[in-house]
């Protein structure tokens, strides 16, 4: 079956832009992350849902962050007002329960690129 | 507060060789400990995991034991093939709803 979908997969954009990107999970999986990972850097948490709403959104950086998932699959990672410092690659996984499975998978990321 | 250290990269070995990458972890409680692993153009994916003191986690030859005493989590494997060629991450959840990840072990083995 499918596996967790991100788009784009690329994104370039100037500083002030603001930007939307997009996570598709694996059918049927409640749980819902997303991390943020720079160059040379571990994946770091930003943002978890379980269903439609955020569980846990400590790992936001700032107010520009913002991240939705209104029917509880889809999900949209928004950033307002870019910044060269959110060039990274943003990940996207999604869990059966996110309960202590262990098992996250992931998307291929996308890469975000503020000049 | 809760984080994982896990020995820096690059690592280069050649086939049938042992392979061995350090991690240790701080946490406040009793985490689960994972080794995820990103392929070439591919997204991570869990390796292998333990959930409790003294337990082996085991997968496609590698393996780490969960050490409660020294806050350890070692991957091993005890000959690499070109295929392992990748990037390896230890990681930890105390609560299923966070990781914590390392700064990732890049790993590359030649024939």
């Known amino acids: 079956g499918a596996g967790v979908s991100q788009t784009p997969s690329n994104k370039v954009t100037e500083k002030g832009k603001y930007v939307e990107l997009r996570c598709d999970p694996i059918?049927?999986?409640?749980?819902l992350y997303w991390y943020r990972q720079s160059l040379g850097q571990g994946p770091e948490f930003l943002i978890y849902?379980?269903?439609?709403?955020?569980?846990?959104d400590s790992g936001l950086p700032n107010d520009r962050f913002f991240a939705v998932r209104p029917e509880g699959s889809v999900s949209t990672l928004k950033i307002q007002r870019t910044e060269r410092g959110d060039s990274a690659v943003y990940l996207c996984?999604?869990?059966?329960?996110?309960?202590?499975?262990?098992?996250?998978?992931f998307g291929e990321g996308s890469r975000l690129t503020v000049l | 507060g809760d984080s994982v250290t896990q020995m820096e990269g690059p690592v280069t070995l050649s086939e049938e060789a042992f392979l061995t990458i350090n991690c240790t972890y701080t946490?406040?409680?009793?985490?689960?400990l994972f080794w995820y692993v990103q392929y070439p153009g591919e997204g991570l994916q869990l390796l292998l995991k333990?959930?409790?003191?003294?337990d082996k986690g085991s997968n496609k030859g590698f393996e780490a034991t969960y050490r409660k005493e020294t806050t350890s989590f070692h991957l091993e494997k005890g000959s690499v093939q070109v295929s392992d060629s990748a990037v390896y991450f230890c990681?930890?959840?105390?609560?299923?709803?966070?990781?914590?990840f390392g700064t990732g072990t890049s790993l590359t083995v030649i024939p």
């Open positions: 996984a999604s869990s059966p329960t996110g309960a202590d499975t262990g098992e996250l998978f």
């Open positions: 059918s049927g999986h409640t749980a």
């Open positions: 849902f379980q269903g439609t709403g955020a569980a846990d």
């Open positions: 946490a406040t409680g009793y985490p689960s």
């Open positions: 333990a959930t409790k003191a003294d």
């Open positions: 990681a930890l959840s105390l609560s299923g709803n966070q990781f914590y």
